[in-house]
């Protein structure tokens, strides 16, 4: 039975929840994600194989495995750090494994041409990526960011194993107490669809601002 009392009850409590836990950890997360996974893309480029190799084999393995595993296996092996921090590293981290590939096809859509006339140039290794190949990469790799970063904050829900008092955690706590749940996950549906729906719709215009 819909209860309004209820879900004005809930209202401020998830917005709370939303602006306090999950938007911090979305954007911080997506700041490391972005930043990890440039690093992850150039390194595996330019690292020497035997480097390269292994560290492409991580990065499966973190993309293969189910961020919850991630969170729980950080949160009980370093207990000194706090559940808040272990969200937004480990989320960081989870989701710069997928930003790599996007910043790899980003830097293989650079025709070859481009590679070569800058060695012709006789430009340096280190400026050759700063002045011609990462602002064209990461200008392609922009939509595709932002869908990850979307994705992010959609798992926000996942550090309820953590214990972090995220929005559908307190939707659920909530719920708990009133004995009646729909009010509550409304709410955290409705300020969901709030964030991530104009970010989207802003993603796919980029995008095809950037395709002509």
Known sequence: MWETELFLEAFPILLRAFLEITL??????????????LVWAIGQR????????????VLDFIRMTPLPV????????????????VGVVVIGIHYSTYMAESYRSGIE??????WEAATALSLPQRRTWRAVI?????R????????????????????????VPEMVTEARQFGGRHFTYIEAFTVAGIL??????????LMRKLEKRLAY
Request: overall charge positive; proline content about 8%; charged content about 5%.
């Open 24 to 37: 911090v950890v979305t954007v911080l997360g997506s700041f490391i994600a972005a930043v990890l996974g």
């Open 109 to 114: 859509s650079i025709g070859k041409g481009q």
């Open 70 to 85: 991630h969170l729980l296996i950080v949160y009980h092996g370093f207990p000194a750090m706090s559940a808040m921090t």
């Open 140 to 163: 392609n790799t922009l939509p595709s960011l932002g869908n990850w970063a979307i994705a992010m904050f959609k798992d926000t829900p996942f550090l309820i194993f953590i214990s």
């Open 192 to 201: 969901f669809l709030v964030a991530s729906y104009p970010t989207a719709i």
């Open 134 to 138: 990462l602002p064209q990469a990461i």
């Open 46 to 57: 330019e690292l020497p194989a035997w480097i390269a190799r292994p560290l492409g084999w």
